[in-house]
T-cell receptor, first 115, second 114 residues
Framework: NAGVMQNPRHLVRRRGQEARLRCSPMKGHSHVYWYRQLPEEGLKFMVYLQKENIIDESGMPKERFSAEFPKEGPSILRIQQVVRGDSAAYFC?????????????FGPGTRLTVL | GENVEQHPSTLSVQEGDSAVIKCTYSDSASNYFPWYKQELGKRPQLIIDIRSNVGEKKDQRIAVTLNKTAKHFSLHITETQPEDSAVYFCAASMATGGYNKLIFGAGTRLAVHP
């Protein structure tokens, strides 16, 4: 049973380019969370999605950032016109539907570097 | 919104000693408190969690205590080993209907010296 998969593991972009980060949840999981971790800091919640729906995007910047979790395929976190301050590790986590205290399983992260 | 503070930011102990990490939270509605261990360059991994209807939980050398009145919870690691060296994060959430928006502390870098 494969765990949460993220790709790419490392991504280098120049200022102004677009970054696309992919997250494939564990089999049977329909809830996806995205977190951002700046160097030497804790993880910050960005967005929570269920299949085809954004449930909570309160942690995501209003501009340049968007997320989706289509019916088929991985969840995508998209950052347009990247700036140096976007350099960070982006982790997604998945959990199963139902239940109240569902553990979140984290992926290995995508380390984004903006030159 | 919820805010989680974590102390200390760094902790250095000798192998075999105990380590204690403390967190406080602000939202009294929070009811789920997981602890994650993150080794350098790796993903966070859940090591133990506690729910608000429980005051203490233990798993081998790891224990977590929760004081709802004071709104703080702590991680205790006994008989520390070098492989316990990592960054530890506490988190809090108001778990409802499977939705756990985790608010993390800033982390504690634990170093266990042989």
């Amino acid at each position: 049973n494969a765990g949460v998969m993220q790709n790419p593991r490392h991504l280098v972009r120049r200022r102004g380019q677009e970054a696309r980060l992919r997250c494939s949840p564990m089999k049977g999981h329909s809830h996806v969370y995205w977190y951002r971790q700046l160097p030497e800091e804790g993880l910050k919640f960005m967005v929570y999605l269920q299949k085809e729906n954004i449930i909570d995007e309160s942690g995501m910047p209003k501009e340049r950032f968007s997320a989706e979790f289509p019916k088929e395929g991985p969840s995508i976190l998209r950052i347009q016109q990247v700036v140096r301050g976007d350099s960070a590790a982006y982790f997604c986590a998945s959990s199963p539907a139902g239940g109240q205290y569902n553990e979140q399983f984290f992926g290995p992260g995508t380390r984004l570097t903006v030159l | 919104g919820e805010n989680v503070e974590q102390h200390p930011s760094t902790l250095s102990v000798q192998e075999g000693d105990s380590a204690v990490i403390k967190c406080t939270y602000s939202d009294s509605a929070s009811n789920y408190f997981p602890w994650y261990k993150q080794e350098l360059g790796k993903r966070p991994q859940l090591i133990i969690d506690i729910r608000s209807n429980v005051g203490e939980k233990k798993d081998q050398r790891i224990a977590v205590t929760l004081n709802k009145t004071a709104k703080h919870f702590s991680l205790h690691i006994t008989e520390t080993q070098p492989e316990d060296s990592a960054v530890y994060f506490c988190a809090a959430s108001m778990a409802t209907g499977g939705y756990n928006k985790l608010i993390f502390g800033a982390g504690t870098r634990l170093a266990v010296h042989p």
